[in-house]
């Protein structure tokens, strides 16, 4: 089974400062995918970025750029000149292929991201 | 157009009752999922269907049973309704069950509290 651990429960920096979001994993799956999923208070999830496992390049998204280290089973994601909109709950999730198809999101427990005036 | 719809937004009710949720995604996938969101946010895949049929059945009592009259809709009905269902329940949706990677949609969620 997979695990993903988050392990800052609550972050908060001023708007336009950089702040990355850490996450870990633990699987023995090796094709496998990762997100980060966000949930602003309107409670909507959206997906912000992901990464495949096999692809040694980080992905980037505009101002959200992941840092995956495969062997160390880490996936932190950075977001650059923080807004006051992205104030909100960070998930990072795993998914693997497994019995001919993909598993469900397994989801970290979240990051809650404040940013400052 | 929103891609993907749940009926209703909130949802109060009394220990014991039986309620069913509703969702519905028009992007054409073949994949809808249901996910619990509890009261620390934290987020648990419960059912997986693929064209109408089964796939992800998680550890979840069997008091919730999922139903896919269609590809475009999938509900989740919940018998004896316990305390400890109070949560938030999210309906997804991705393209193909296949393809780890794809995005999933997800609907605006459905807050359920039992009193």
């Known amino acids: 089974a997979q695990t993903v651990t988050q392990s800052q429960p609550e972050m908060s920096v001023q708007e336009a400062e950089t702040v990355t979001l850490s996450c870990t994993y633990d699987?023995?799956?090796?094709?496998?995918?990762l997100f980060w999923y966000k949930q602003p208070p309107s409670r909507q999830m959206i997906l912000v970025i992901r990464?495949?496992?096999?692809?040694?390049q980080n992905a980037t998204e505009n101002r959200f750029s992941v840092n995956f280290q495969k062997a160390a089973k880490s996936f932190s994601l950075k977001i650059s000149d923080s807004q006051l909109g992205d104030t909100a709950m960070y998930f990072c999730?795993?998914?693997?292929?497994?019995?001919?198809?993909?598993?469900?999101?397994?989801f970290g427990k979240g990051t809650h991201l404040i940013i400052q005036p | 157009d929103t891609a993907v719809s749940q009926t209703p937004k909130y949802l109060v009710t009394q220990m014991g009752n039986d309620k069913s949720i509703k969702c519905e995604q028009n992007?054409?996938?073949?994949?809808m999922y249901w996910y619990k969101q509890d009261s620390k946010k934290f987020l648990k895949i419960m059912f997986s269907?693929?064209?109408?049929?089964?796939?992800i059945n998680e550890t979840v009592p069997n008091r919730f049973s999922p139903k896919s009259p269609d590809k475009a809709h999938l509900n989740l009905h919940i018998n004896s309704l316990e305390l400890g269902d109070s949560a938030v329940y999210f309906c997804?949706?991705?393209?193909?069950?296949?393809?780890?990677?794809?995005?999933?949609?997800f609907g605006p969620g459905t807050r359920l509290l039992v009193l």
């Open positions: 997804a949706s991705s393209q193909d069950w296949g393809l780890a990677g794809e995005t999933q949609y």
């Open positions: 699987t023995s799956e090796s094709n496998y995918y």
């Open positions: 990464q495949e496992a096999y692809k040694q």
């Open positions: 999730a795993f998914r693997a292929y497994s019995g001919g198809g993909a598993d469900g999101l397994t």
């Open positions: 992007l054409g996938h073949d994949t």
């Open positions: 269907y693929n064209n109408k049929e089964l796939i």
